[in-house]
């Protein structure tokens, strides 16, 4: 399969909080917690919670030090 270039790019918008705990090693609790606070962003769609793919990356990115 023969993959263009703009689509190595794309990134997903949301991503359930399970796969925002693999990605991010942080724990359930501690996801949980961010949402609370305000930190993570997150989206309902009926019973489903989605995290913000784009909060995660803030989140990260402004925890990491500075190169």
């Given amino acids: 399969m023969i993959e263009r270039a703009w689509e190595q790019k794309l990134e997903p918008l949301t991503v359930r909080v399970s796969t925002a705990v693999r990605i991010t090693g942080l724990s359930r609790s501690r996801i949980y917690e961010l949402i609370q606070s305000g930190d993570i962003e997150t ?20 925890s990491s030090p500075p190169d």
């Fill in 43 to 62: 989206v309902k769609v009926g019973r489903a919670t989605l995290v913000q793919f784009r909060s995660l990356k803030a989140l990260v990115s402004a």
